[in-house]
Structures are given as C-alpha cells and as structure tokens.
C-alpha cells in the first residue's frame, strides 16, 4: 500500500507533509480513560481560554481549511471542535481505547490527526481533489455529492 500525493495537491501545499505510522496488533475496546478534563483544563483553564484558538498549530489548520474553500467558522479543524464542545458541554468525548488515544495526543499537541484500520483498506491511498459527481462517505456515515 502506498500512500500519495496528488501533484495539484503539492503544488498548493508544498509544505504539506504527512507521518504514517502502522500499528498492528491493536483490538478496539471500549474507552479507558485517557480522555479527561485535564486534558482539556491545560489548555483552557483561566486567561488561557481564548489564547489557545490564536495559537500557531489551529492557526495553520484554520488557514489550511480557508485555502481548501472550507469556512473553519462552519467546519472547525477537529482539535478545535473537540476544545469547543469541552467549553459548551463540560463533557469529555469518548469514543473507544484507540481513537481515545489518539484524540489525547491530539489534544495534547493541537494538531490534528486520522486513524485508519489498514486492514479494511485495499489498494493504495490517495489524497487529492474530488472529482465533480464524485460520492464522499463521511466517517459519521450517509453519502454526500
């Protein structure tokens, strides 16, 4: 499996840069806690509040999604969300022991991350344009044009 770039993309983003890193050997289990309000609170506690949404890493998603066309005001890059929802909720999202963890290390770092199951993937991967016509299936499920 490869996992590529298409050349429109590069010449947009030549900085964009990607980190790969299989794991194997990791069953999906309930949540175990690694998400916490701690997590959240290091970021958001106090004066820090508004701070952490002016620093350098959403910076540069926010400015990544307006360069792709997409308004971070609708569709906030996914760290960002998660900060929101702790804000507006007081809860701390739970999904299961692998995206839990790294959920935490994206909380921790401020930069977005995917997780993919590789065994349920064939072929190579490609990050590019969608095509006009082209179905999306959304992680959260249903199909968009």
């Known amino acids: 499996m490869r996992f590529i770039i298409d050349q429109q993309i590069r010449q947009q983003f030549p900085e964009f840069d990607f980190v790969c890193l299989p794991i194997r050997g990791v069953s999906i289990g309930p949540s175990n806690g690694v998400m916490h309000q701690d997590l959240f609170e290091a970021h958001l506690a106090g004066d820090k509040g508004e701070a952490v949404y002016q620093s350098p890493q959403l910076a540069n998603f926010r400015q990544l999604f307006v360069e792709l066309g997409i308004d971070p005001q609708i569709s906030p890059p996914a760290v960002e969300a998660m900060l929101r929802h702790y804000e507006a909720t007081g809860t701390v999202p739970q999904v299961n022991n692998v995206v839990d963890?790294?959920?935490?290390?994206?909380?921790?770092?401020?930069?977005?991350?995917?997780?993919?199951?590789?065994?349920?993937?064939?072929?190579?991967?490609?990050?590019?344009?969608?095509?006009?016509?082209?179905?999306?299936k959304p992680l959260g499920g249903?199909?968009?044009c």
């Open 142 to 144: 249903g199909v968009e």
């Open 101 to 136: 963890i790294q959920n935490a290390q994206a909380i921790r770092t401020l930069i977005s991350m995917g997780i993919f199951d590789l065994d349920a993937i064939s072929g190579d991967i490609s990050l590019r344009y969608s095509q006009a016509g082209e179905e999306f």
